[in-house]
């Protein structure tokens, strides 16, 4: 149980296009997911949170317009990278939570490498 | 603030080595303290967690116990295998905020 899932796994796109990410809790639903950005040999870098039906909140420095976040039901979160330059390649991950266990512990998802050329 | 440090990496260990992965934090409520795995090309696996002071999370072998006194939460495993090449992860969560941080990772590298 909690299983959280991304599609695609790995995306390759032209500069200047959008692409979008989806993040799914398969067997729960997720009120609140979050959305990671992790750079090759480094840690991950929360970007933003996103309470089902309400805005995401970002972290600071995070663009909102560039990176754009939809928690449209309990089961779904998007994130459509706008625009997409070289510099945005990297590999991006979400979490879930609000199901099982204790409410404060998130589930991962396994990560879509986006590589813009 | 809240901010998780681990040593850096990588580690590299023949099979059947004891492991130690120190990781402390510092945090300003009580938090609950995790350790998570990458393995290459993957998302992050949950390994063990533990909610408060002196609780002990095991797991496949391996443990760590919340040390509040010396704000540790350092990662062990007795007799590692190639298996457990990865990316380990510490990790902190205030429950105010549902929010993780995360240390820089250590990657472990275990040869036969």
């Known amino acids: 149980g909690a299983v959280v899932s991304q599609h695609p796994s790995w995306v390759i796109c032209k500069s200047g296009t959008s692409v979008k990410i989806e993040c799914r809790s398969l067997?729960?639903?997720?009120?609140?997911m979050f959305w990671y950005r992790q750079f090759p040999k480094q840690s991950l870098m929360l970007m933003a949170t996103?309470?089902?039906?309400?805005?995401?909140?970002?972290e600071q420095g995070v663009e909102k317009d560039k990176f754009l976040i939809n928690h449209a039901s309990l089961t779904l979160s998007t994130l459509t990278v706008t625009s997409a330059h070289p510099e945005d390649s990297s590999f991006y991950i979400c979490?879930?939570?609000?199901?099982?266990?204790?409410?404060?512990?998130?589930?991962f998802g396994p990560g879509t490498r986006l590589t813009v050329l | 603030g809240n901010s998780v440090t681990q040593m850096e990496g990588p580690v590299t260990l023949s099979e059947e080595a004891f492991l130690t992965i120190n990781c402390t934090y510092t945090?300003?409520?009580?938090?609950?303290l995790f350790w998570y795995v990458q393995y290459p090309g993957e998302g992050l696996q949950l390994l063990l967690k533990?909610?408060?002071?002196?609780d002990k999370g095991s797991n496949k072998g391996f443990e760590a116990t919340y040390r509040k006194e010396t704000t540790s939460f350092h990662l062990e495993k007795g007799s590692v295998q190639v298996s457990d090449s990865a990316v380990y992860f510490c990790?902190?969560?205030?429950?105010?905020?549902?929010?993780?941080?995360f240390g820089s990772g250590t990657k472990l590298n275990v040869k036969p």
């Open positions: 979490s879930a939570s609000g199901g099982r266990g204790s409410y404060n512990e998130q589930f």
């Open positions: 990790a902190l969560s205030l429950q105010d905020f549902n929010k993780f941080y």
């Open positions: 067997d729960f639903q997720a009120t609140t």
């Open positions: 996103s309470n089902e039906g309400s805005k995401a909140t970002y």
């Open positions: 533990a909610t408060k002071a002196d």
């Open positions: 945090a300003t409520g009580y938090p609950s």
